[in-house]
């Protein structure tokens, strides 16, 4: 697959459009940046919403600082990128859902990720049209939605991005999703406003209602 820009996105003008995050919504993240750091010598204890917060030293009580975290983030993006499970269910739900809805991957990964995070995605069966995004995804969101008359939705796990895109792109369905089952009793939800779900069992479904792709 090729990354994209959203000006050379080709977006059906009446089709339904889904635009999907990667972490936590398509790969289990944070269990394969775990296993990347304890390679490294370091341990992830979660007990919060967080990357870096949740990054120590074993025997330390005091989690890493920034920068350790940073470089840790960012080398694992050149080198251990590819150590990431799907989440269940997320390739068959999207391979149904594009038969009648356009899917454009939507992910805020750095730009030295490229190579890795497009071979991941072929390589688990998620060979859609992904552009690089950074900061709150709002405006992308809302660019791509404007192309089409279709309905639209946007699935994310942080709910800045939500947020973001419900300013900006009220129109656009939202959904949440947090693969990792650790992180969901911290993550911040707010399912009266963003259609919260654990897993893409009952996801797919509500996405497949709303786009009448199932």
């Known amino acids: 697959m090729q990354p994209v820009t959203p000006e050379d996105l080709i977006i059906r003008p009446t089709a339904p459009l889904l635009i999907v995050d990667v972490d936590e919504v398509l790969a289990h993240f944070m269990a394969g940046f775990e296993r ?4 490294r010598g370091f341990e992830m204890r979660i007990d919060r919403f967080a990357l870096f917060q949740n990054l120590y030293r074993p025997g330390e009580t ?3 600082d920034f920068e350790t975290g940073k470089a840790l983030f960012d080398s694992f993006f050149q080198d251990g990128a590819d150590d990431l499970e799907p989440v269940i269910g997320a390739a068959d739900a999207l391979a149904s859902l594009s038969t009648g809805a356009g899917v454009v991957i939507l992910t805020n990964a750095p730009a030295h990720a490229l190579e890795s995070r497009t071979g991941w995605l072929s ?18 969101i809302a660019a791509m939605a404007a192309r089409t008359t279709g309905a ?12 973001s895109s419900a300013e900006t792109a009220p129109g656009v369905a939202r959904f949440q999703i947090i693969a990792d089952h650790r992180l969901r009793p911290f993550a911040p939800t707010a399912p009266d406003r963003h259609d919260l779900h654990e897993d893409w069992a009952t996801l ?8 009448g792709s199932v």
């Open 62 to 64: 005091e989690h890493l």
């Open 152 to 163: 639209s939705a946007f699935i994310d796990d942080l709910l800045p991005n939500l947020e």
């Open 204 to 211: 797919g479904p509500a996405l497949g209602t709303l786009v």
């Open 36 to 39: 990347y750091i304890a390679r």
């Open 123 to 140: 390589r688990h069966g998620f060979d859609y049209p992904m552009i690089l995004n950074s900061g709150l995804k709002g405006p992308t």
